[in-house]
């Protein structure tokens, strides 16, 4: 092929903006002809490389858009640490099929057991399947209402929250909301019930949410809401960082005691 028919097809793949396409034609070209691959290979080579490359940037925007705090990933969840977690559950829901069906997933537990960590994971898991997924603290989305509402944005604000695929709502219950807080909360549960999941991390057994939401009637009307067909997972074991702490201390002591 000579120089001008590569220059007209590079901008005709532009105008079709198959951008990676046209960086990719040459190389493959070439590589086509020195290899004797057929037409039909040739062509399946190159949209290959376009619908990688699309996968590849939708992907970065989708965890650009969930505004995770860390990276994690269910990958690099030790099990180890977590001896009573339910792994097949977590494969299933590493599945995502619990976003198809809007079931919720809660988290609880103590500090540092990784709860955070799976909530993430999730999150990642949901963003690899080209679902929009948000993660936002218990705190953060309260703030948010908060101040939308003052300015008058807060429906706004409600139906953002309510169009994502997947919500992770972190630390619910760290810290106890405002009467008002509580209940602009509980607006957007009730907008995203049965229309999408959430997935929750608390470090508070259910019989203590109406120390964090106030209101008996309506932490009695959230909780039957989000435990509606709700996956719970019990994070019952001992803290993952605390329990790497006494591991290094324990390999420092090793250490002092053999150059002593
Ligand atoms: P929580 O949200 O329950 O307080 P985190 O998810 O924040 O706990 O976990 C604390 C730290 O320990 C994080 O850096 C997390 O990645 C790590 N961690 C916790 N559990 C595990 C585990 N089972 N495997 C690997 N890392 C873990
Ligand atoms: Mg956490």
Known sequence: MNAATHILLRENLKALNCSHMASQIEALARHAKENGVSY??????????????????RLKRKLREARFPLMKTLETFDYEAAPKMDRRLIRELDAGEYIKEKRNVIFLGKSGTGKTHLATGLGVCACRQGISTRFVTGCGLANELFEAQSERGLSRVIQKYARYGLLVLDELGYVPFSKESAELLFQVLTERNERGSVVITTNLGFADWTQVFGDATLTAALLDRLTHKAHIINCTWESYRLKETLKKRREAGQEQAANA
Not at 40 to 57: D, G, I, K, V, W
């Open 40 to 57: 039909e290979e040739f062509l399946l080579n190159l949209t290959e490389t376009e619908l990688q490359a699309r996968a590849e940037s």
